[in-house]
């Protein structure tokens, strides 16, 4: 139906003769969007979803939860978002406002959601993070962290120490009633358990997370997150779900492999990534923990889906992540000519993601994305036979004014490529951002990981 749409479109009402034959290279075809660092409204959402319907994307990952904030109404918990959604000021880079924002969806407004979704072939995949990334849900019940101590929902981008004790058999208690109050709304295949950015500090001084290693024989705080994210997908299975984790919860390497996995930074090499450089291997030279973790984890049985941050993450820059690299970034993983086909068949899909720290209106939201994840879909739909981005220009430039009437905010041709100077006026805003001193607390949070 979306080809025939894209064609009329192209040539009116009087179609050429021709035939047709039009399938997709991946099942799972899936664009983001976090609500959690700002908030947008449901109108934004069903706008965004029916773009993206339009290029035959037919997954939402809805990141609704983070230190920022919980942005659904609870029935279980109602304290997440009476205490959770609700923080006192905006610190997100060079923006600051101590203005009280308290956002959160009614349920009536994720079911409307769901159901919206659903009628344009997207489901929603929502994902709560976890053990990191938690500080509005320990803002809410702090008795859930190894301190015990009250937490403030943050109003700056970061990644903090205090996340969820797995030591404590309440932790577990409360996510399993979290999960089945989410479940009654999110009735899907798939559900995300996030598992990034997850520093081990208060683990490797907490009495109840030393026990628990104890207990289960788990060699270091690694495997103490495999064996926590084991026991959610477990509960998870009970409600007919698939469970989809980020690729550092695989680092202990004892993951359940019917688990799903969502690479983000397989790619060594990333100078965004130089904080994993730091570990060192057997011999004590410098290493990746994830160098090839997409190979090793098709060989341990894994699905996996790929959203590596230099081809995927649509919240930077054009001048960083231009279209191009969005559009032609290898869905084959590295390291693996051995197992070829082993890896296409464990390799579910792609996806495209914006993170919103520094994105808090619609018209950038929609001029981020635009045609950044039409790229993606472009390319998750025919695959190798997606062509290149020159190929991929030419056909989204006859239907830009298309696109425009979806999303009347989307990036113009001018600067899906940008050149030298504007690339350099785009970059230097956006590093302003983040501090010296803010990215030093990155790569040291990510040591920790």
């Not at 308290?102 to 976890?130: F, G, N, Q, S, W």
């Not at 559009?327 to 390291?335: A, G, S, T, V």
């Not at 086909?341 to 209106?361: F, N, P, S």
């Amino acid at each position: 139906m979306k080809t025939l749409e894209q064609l009329r479109f192209q040539y009116g009402d009087e179609l050429p003769c021709m035939e047709i034959e039009d399938k997709p290279a991946y099942a799972y075809r899936s664009f983001h969007i976090d609500t959690a660092r700002h908030f947008f409204s449901i109108d934004v959402l069903k706008a965004m979803a029916d773009t993206a319907a339009s290029f035959k994307l037919n997954q939402f990952h809805w990141h609704f939860s983070d230190d920022q904030g919980w942005r659904i109404e609870s029935a279980a918990f109602p304290r997440l978002h009476e205490i959770g959604a609700k923080r006192q000021g905006d610190h997100f880079g060079t923006y600051s406002s101590d203005e009280i924002a308290h956002d959160y969806y009614t349920r009536e407004e994720v079911r409307e959601l769901v159901a919206y979704c659903a009628e344009r072939h997207i489901e929603i995949v929502p994902e709560i993070d976890l053990p990191g990334h938690v500080t509005a849900i320990l803002a809410a019940y702090p008795e859930l962290s190894c301190t015990e101590k009250p937490q403030q929902v943050r109003t700056s981008a970061g990644i903090f120490p205090e996340i969820l004790c797995p030591g404590k058999e309440r932790s577990f208690e409360f996510l399993f009633a979290l999960l089945d109050d989410l479940c009654e709304l999110f009735p899907g295949k798939y559900f995300h358990i996030g598992g990034d950015e997850t520093p081990k500090i208060r683990w490797n001084a907490c009495p109840h997370c030393r026990r628990r290693m104890q207990e289960e024989g788990l060699a270091d705080t690694r495997q103490l997150q495999g064996y926590l994210t084991n026991r959610v997908a477990a509960h998870l299975r009970k409600h007919g779900k698939r469970v989809i984790c980020w690729n550092e919860a695989a680092l202990g390497e004892n993951l359940d492999p019917d688990i799903i996995v969502q690479i983000w930074n397989d790619d060594p090499k990333d100078p965004s990534l130089k904080a994993l450089s730091r570990q060192k291997d057997e011999n004590g030279k410098p290493t990746s923990p994830n160098q090839g973790i997409g190979a090793k984890l098709i060989r341990q049985g894994h699905d996996l889906i790929i959203s590596n941050m230099r081809g995927s993450y649509c919240d930077y820059p054009y001048a960083y992540i231009k279209t191009a690299m969005v559009h032609d970034e290898p869905i084959r993983l590295q390291n693996c000519e051995d197992i070829q086909k082993e890896a296409e068949e464990h390799t579910l899909g792609v996806e495209a993601l914006i993170w919103t720290e520094y994105i808090r209106d619609r018209e950038t939201l929609e001029k981020m994305a635009w045609p950044r994840f039409a790229a993606k879909a472009d390319r998750a739909w025919s695959g190798d036979d997606a062509g290149d981005y020159t190929d991929f220009a030419k056909r989204m430039k006859v239907l830009f004014s298309y696109l425009q009437q979806k999303a009347p905010n989307a990036a113009a041709p001018s600067g899906w490529m940008p050149g030298p100077f504007r690339a350099m006026r785009e970059m230097l805003s956006f590093v302003k951002n983040v501090s010296v001193k803010q990215r030093k607390s990155y790569a040291d949070a990510q040591d920790a990981v």
